[in-house]
């Protein structure tokens, strides 16, 4: 089963930058698609971006040109470069990744979460 980890969440004033950092380990056959998912206070989580394993990226309307995803495959890691950060990006974000077994079954993973806080 996969295990993923969560940093460089924080406190950053509107207009700032912060990047976030998941990191895939335990036992891996294939991780498939990786994203980053937020929810805010009172409202339901929500894809904010998503990265497959080729590299093919999608995004919420409301972080376009603002957020970039990628993703190193060697290190399993995925990454979400949040720019031009509005009080309303203020959320727990969650990692999320398709864990594939040999066997061909997949599972749903998710990390434990990291507030981002943007206020001044």
């Known amino acids: 089963q996969v295990q993923l980890v969560e940093s460089g969440g924080g406190l950053v004033q509107p207009g700032g930058s912060l990047r976030l950092s998941c990191a895939a380990s335990?036992?891996?056959?294939?991780?498939?698609?990786m994203g980053w998912y937020r929810q805010a206070p009172g409202k339901q989580r929500e894809l904010v971006a998503a990265?497959?394993?080729?590299?093919?990226?999608n995004y919420a309307d409301s972080v376009k040109g603002r957020f970039t995803i990628y993703r190193d495959n060697f290190k399993s890691t995925v990454y979400l470069q949040m720019n031009s950060l509005k009080p309303e990006d203020t959320a727990v974000y969650y990692c999320?990744?398709?864990?594939?077994?040999?066997?061909?079954?997949?599972?749903?993973?998710w990390g434990q979460g990291t507030q981002v806080t943007v206020s001044s």
């Open positions: 999320n990744a398709e864990d594939e077994y040999r066997s061909g079954a997949r599972y749903d993973r």
């Open positions: 335990g036992s891996i056959f294939r991780i498939n698609t």
């Open positions: 990265i497959t394993s080729g590299l093919s990226a």
